[in-house]
């Protein structure tokens, strides 16, 4: 079973992800800078909203739970960005080898779920995403 939710519109940005399986349960749980509010200090401000707050924990069946650690990136996004900007722009750069790569499709489904999350706000109902795809076929790519 999977549940995923996207809160658009929230005073700070993470996400968190647990996973249940056969041999035990592991979950991150990260949580990024907030939106600052007119105001505040720096430091009441960094303390109210934990920025850069990560951590993995993982419970084997019959085992205690232990935190395992968190390699830091360096760069935005915990290095991610740098290490993207060399997947595209390094020629000598290997190639995907997990195949995780975004496509246009990609990227235009994830500004119609924008595009969606803000009309069904507008509307008080729910958007079906197909709905937004122009009838042009570019989907069928």
Request: glycine share 12%.
């Amino acid at each position: 079973m999977l549940s995923y939710s996207l809160v658009a519109y929230c005073p700070w940005e993470g996400e968190r992800l647990s996973i249940i399986g056969t041999e035990g349960h592991v979950e991150y749980f990260g949580r990024g800078k907030g939106h600052i509010i007119a105001g505040q200090s720096d430091n009441k401000l960094a303390i109210e909203q934990h920025q850069g707050e990560r951590r993995i924990s993982l419970q084997r069946m019959f085992e205690e739970p232990r935190e395992i650690e968190v390699p830091e990136g360096m760069g935005a996004h915990g290095g991610g960005d740098t290490r993207l900007l060399d997947r595209i722009f390094l020629p000598d750069h290997d190639a995907d080898p997990l195949s995780r790569d975004a496509g246009y499709i990609d990227g235009a489904t994830s500004v119609l779920t924008g595009v969606a999350a803000n009309q069904s706000i507008a509307s008080g109902l729910p958007i079906e995403l197909d709905s937004l795809w122009p009838s042009s076929g570019v989907r069928q790519a």
